[in-house]
T-cell receptor
Framework: QQPVQSPQAVILREGEDAVINCSSS?????VHWYRQKHGEAPVFLMI?????EQKGHEKISASFNEKKQQSSLYLTASQLSYSGTYFC??????FGTGTSLTVIP | EAGVAQSPRYKIIEKRQSVAFWCNPI?????LYWYQQILGQGPKLLIQ????????DSQLPKDRFSAERLKGVDSTLKIQPAKLEDSAVYLC???????????FGNGTRLTVT
């Protein structure tokens, strides 16, 4: 039931872009994205509720493909503050496997 | 608005002992979740409440874990008896309605020795 994320880990230099994918074996009706920094609680980034819906938040955006049961998170022009572990949350219940993102100067 | 409150922040117990965690959600949030997060893994849903009713507890190890939300506000999660593999951070989250953002507390870090 747990959505699978890829890649598991990624290291970026400041200013580079990244894409994080979330794939579910079950039908997805909604997807949330959260970022968790070490030792802290997850923090909400965005929700996608409809197939094909794309949402943006500063330089972070996401898409949702209901048919493919997938969502992707796009981080552009990464900043040091983007470092952390990113989780998708499928159907308000199940967190994905997580993607560790490290941004270096 | 005040955030989700959890206590204690840290707890160390020996195996076979019992432990309880407390969570007070954001005022007005009908939905409350308990998650278990083992180091290096994503949060795993243990139980979801809608007001004082259980929506999903399919992943709660009911032989040792119990949870209640008697008045539809704050909630307690209990482990009795604890095992070594219960060492984890226990996160409480709440939301105002389905498909609204989850707000998390700071969690309780449990160490079972």
């Amino acid at each position: 039931q747990q959505p699978v994320q890829s890649p598991q880990a990624v290291i970026l230099r400041e200013g580079e872009d990244a894409v994080i994918n979330c794939s579910s074996s079950k039908a997805l009706y909604s997807v949330h994205w959260y970022r968790q920094k070490h030792g802290e609680a997850p923090v909400f980034l965005m929700i996608l509720l409809k197939g094909g819906e794309q949402k943006g938040h500063e330089k972070i955006s996401a898409s949702f493909n209901e048919k493919k049961q997938q969502s992707s998170l796009y981080l552009t022009a990464s900043q040091l503050s983007y470092s952390g572990t990113y989780f998708c949350l499928g159907n308000q219940f199940y967190f994905g496997t997580g993607t560790s993102l490290t941004v270096i100067p | 608005e005040a955030g989700v409150a959890q206590s204690p922040r840290y707890k160390i117990i020996e195996k076979r002992q019992s432990v309880a965690f407390w969570c007070n959600p954001i005022s007005g949030h009908a939905t409350l979740y308990w998650y278990q997060q083992i180091l290096g893994q994503g949060p795993k849903l243990l139980i979801q409440f809608q007001n004082n009713g259980v929506v999903d507890d399919s992943q709660l190890p009911k032989d040792r874990f119990s949870a209640e939300r008697l008045k539809g506000v704050d909630s307690t999660l209990k482990i009795q008896p604890a095992k070594l593999e219960d060492s984890a951070v226990y996160l409480c989250a709440s939301c105002s309605s389905y498909n609204s953002p989850l707000h998390f507390g700071n969690g309780t870090r449990l160490t079972v020795t």
